[in-house]
T-cell receptor, first 114, second 116 residues
Framework: KAGVTQTPRYLIKTRGQQVTLSCSPISGHRSVSWYQQTPGQGLQFLFEYFSETQRNKGNFPGRFSGRQFSNSRSEMNVSTLELGDSALYLC?????????????FGSGTRLTVV | AQTVTQSQPEMSVQEAETVTLSCTYD???????LFWYKQPPSRQMILVIR??????QNATENRFSVNFQKAAKSFSLKISDSQLGDTAMYFC?????????????FGQGTRLTINP
């Protein structure tokens, strides 16, 4: 079956702009999580969505937001971009609601803010 | 809050050797899951092995096995007969068992290089 698909793969934005990243989970997976990966901070949890509801949120400013659609696809939005937002953003999906505890990750979106 | 510590930032071994990556964690939970993920230069995080805390038997996946010591809160990964394709960043991760929200807590990673 198809894996987790993230688009775009690469993105370059200017400070102050906003950006939207997309994630399509594995078919049948209702949980989608987002993580930010940077060399300095490592992998940090952003938020998790399940059945269109945000269930958990990490310690990030309100500029970071997301949503999930009825088909489980998810988008993440970052407004008023800062240089420090440059990172690899990883999306992961899970079927923990069916007792399958584990996450499958996508290849990520590399965001560069200049 | 849970924390995961990987004390080896980098490791390097020769092809076909056995290598062990260390991971310790801190939690007050009694029921949880532990994972090892591999991230090659392609960036995709790939699940290597998973361990349920309530299972005493150590998980094994082909050349990969873990040594899970619950009392010591230790979860090391052993790679046998290492191959060039094993070169990657390896992350240890913790997730508590819950019917609600789920999140992974990652260690800082170990960069493993397999030399020919």
């Amino acid at each position: 079956k198809a894996g987790v698909t993230q688009t775009p793969r690469y993105l370059i934005k200017t400070r102050g702009q906003q950006v939207t990243l997309s994630c399509s989970p594995i078919s049948g997976h209702r949980s989608v999580s987002w993580y930010q990966q940077t060399p300095g901070q490592g992998l940090q949890f952003l938020f998790e969505y399940f059945s269109e509801t945000q269930r958990n949120k990490g310690n990030f400013p309100g500029r970071f937001s997301g949503r999930q659609f009825s088909n489980s696809r998810s988008e993440m939005n970052v407004s008023t971009l800062e240089l420090g937002d440059s990172a690899l953003y990883l999306c992961a999906s899970s079927a923990w609601d069916r007792g399958e505890y584990g996450y499958t990750f996508g290849s990520g979106t590399r965001l560069t803010v200049v | 809050a849970q924390t995961v510590t990987q004390s080896q930032p980098e490791m390097s071994v020769q092809e076909a050797e056995t290598v062990t990556l260390s991971c310790t964690y801190d939690t007050s939970e009694s029921n949880y899951y532990l994972f090892w993920y591999k991230q090659p230069p392609s960036r995709q995080m790939i699940l290597v092995i998973r361990q349920e805390a309530y299972k005493q038997q150590n998980a094994t996946e082909n050349r990969f096995s873990v040594n899970f010591q619950k009392a010591a809160k230790s979860f090391s990964l052993k790679i046998s007969d290492s191959q060039l394709g094993d070169t990657a960043m390896y992350f240890c991760a913790f997730m508590k068992h819950s019917q609600g929200a789920q999140k992974l807590v990652f260690g800082q990673g170990t960069r493993l290089t397999i030399n020919p």
